[in-house]
């Protein structure tokens, strides 16, 4: 896999699974202000310089 370099600040995630006749959606909940104990998608910040690609 090549590296390829990464031109943003941040990260998104929605994760959905199909479960029997309903669709799942992942979550976390919130340790950290703000938002302390709310529940959110998965997210956060890309370290500076990190490279897409195989982590050794």
Known sequence: MT???IYCNGIAVVLLKKYENDTLVLLM???TEPFYGEWCYVGGAIERMRR???QH
Do not use: A, D, E
């Open 29 to 31: 909940k919130r340790n």
């Open 3 to 5: 590296n390829l370099p």
């Open 52 to 54: 897409r690609g195989k």
